[in-house]
């Protein structure tokens, strides 16, 4: 029997194309997991492994789908293995019940891991050449010291700018980006402030 396991990295990311290509490969019965596939608590892959009989092949869509380390791929495929239970990688022609296909899973797990320290290592390569540039890696923060300063004057000008949602179409951010700077105790403290600089200001002129 086919069994196929598919795993996406985020709640964002939507398992459909490896559920269909699975489907297509002829599995009988498919579990789906959400979670990185550096974490170690993955429940669908292990219903999976325990739901697997001797004969049986565990069929994925690519081989980073069942882990994110050589030692954690070796390690599920010598154990699989152990049972009778073959393993076949739909995108990378790797099936292991062949001599062949053994040999090519074992350099495709091993080049997988290869590329992942790769890019593991240009980018602390290039956080280490911007930190002596002065610069610091991650985002950019969405709203400096200029935009804040001009936030909080739009915020203040109750008249042309009645409601906060004007202020954000101003600035062109995001609302989750804005209210991040800006809560809402933050907000009315602003607004109250300028009514009250406001009614002195009317109360000042009125005694003239």
């Known amino acids: 029997m086919l069994i196929g396991y598919a795993?996406?990295?985020?709640?964002?990311?939507?398992?459909?194309?490896?559920?269909?290509?699975?489907?297509?490969?002829?599995?009988?019965?498919?579990?789906t997991e959400k979670a990185s596939g550096s974490h170690r608590?993955?429940?669908?892959?292990?219903?999976a492994l325990d739901y697997l009989r001797e004969g049986d092949t565990l069929v994925i869509w690519k081989l980073s789908r069942l882990a994110r380390s050589l030692t954690q791929i070796l390690k599920t495929a010598?154990?699989?293995?152990?049972?009778?239970?073959?393993?076949?990688?739909?995108?990378?022609?790797?099936?292991?019940?062949?001599?062949?296909?053994?040999?090519?899973?074992?350099m495709t797990a091993a080049f997988d891991e290869?590329?992942?320290?790769?890019?593991?290592?240009?980018?602390?390569?290039?956080?280490?050449?911007?930190?002596?540039?002065?610069?610091?890696?991650?985002?950019?923060?969405?709203m400096n010291e200029k935009v804040m300063k001009q936030a909080e004057a739009l915020l203040k000008d109750t008249e042309n700018f009645?409601?906060?949602?004007?202020?954000?179409?101003?600035?062109?951010?995001?609302?989750?980006?804005?209210?991040?700077?800006?809560p809402p105790d933050r907000i009315k403290?602003?607004?109250d402030e300028h009514l009250v600089q406001a009614n002195q200001n009317?109360?000042?002129?009125?005694r003239k």
């Open 41 to 47: 608590d993955r429940p669908q892959l292990t219903a």
């Open 7 to 31: 795993r996406v990295s985020t709640m964002d990311q939507n398992p459909a194309l490896q559920m269909d290509a699975l489907r297509a490969a002829g599995c009988g019965k498919i579990f």
């Open 114 to 142: 290869f590329q992942r320290e790769l890019i593991v290592e240009n980018t602390r390569a290039g956080l280490a050449a911007a930190n002596k540039r002065g610069r610091r890696g991650g985002r950019p923060k969405v």
């Open 78 to 106: 010598a154990d699989i293995n152990e049972r009778g239970i073959a393993l076949n990688i739909l995108t990378q022609n790797i099936d292991t019940t062949t001599p062949e296909g053994r040999l090519f899973f074992h």
């Open 189 to 191: 403290t602003l607004r």
């Open 162 to 182: 009645p409601f906060v949602g004007d202020v954000i179409d101003q600035l062109s951010i995001g609302r989750t980006a804005f209210y991040k700077y800006f």
């Open 202 to 206: 009317k109360a000042t002129e009125h």
